[in-house]
């Protein structure tokens, strides 16, 4: 499973560079939401990956940590969603406005 996640995080994050390094401003904003999933998973994976596990413990009695979810990568991974859902929604506004001022969509504003 790890293996899984590692080539998934991988692939992510290489998609997302080599967009970030188109001339076009779409498949920048593209590679920055392809990037910003990569860190996600990254960071909801330094949380261990336990399937079936509880992320809250019981009161009482002696219990043991290592069979419960650690919640704090899971409340900064649900955190970083809504950041970079609204850091697109600005870049998708910037990009239309630019779109109406230059007339072209290029990252440097000139045709090729």
């Not at 590679?31 to 998973?41: E, P, Q, R, W």
Request: aromatic content about 8%; proline content about 6%; charged content about 10%.
């Amino acid at each position: 499973m790890e293996l899984v996640l590692s080539g998934a995080i991988g692939i992510l994050a290489a998609s997302g560079i080599w967009l970030l390094l188109r001339p076009r401003t779409f498949q920048v904003i593209v590679g920055l939401c392809l990037l910003s999933y990569a860190v996600n998973l990254f960071i909801f994976s330094m949380g261990r990956l336990t399937f079936g596990a509880p992320a809250i413990m019981p009161r009482g009695g002696f219990v043991n940590p290592a069979s419960y979810a650690d919640p704090l990568p899971q409340a900064l991974v649900l955190t970083a969603i809504v950041i970079s859902f609204a850091t697109t929604a600005l870049f998708l506004v910037v990009l239309i406005a630019s779109r109406g001022l230059t007339g072209t969509d290029h990252v440097d504003g000139k045709e090729p």
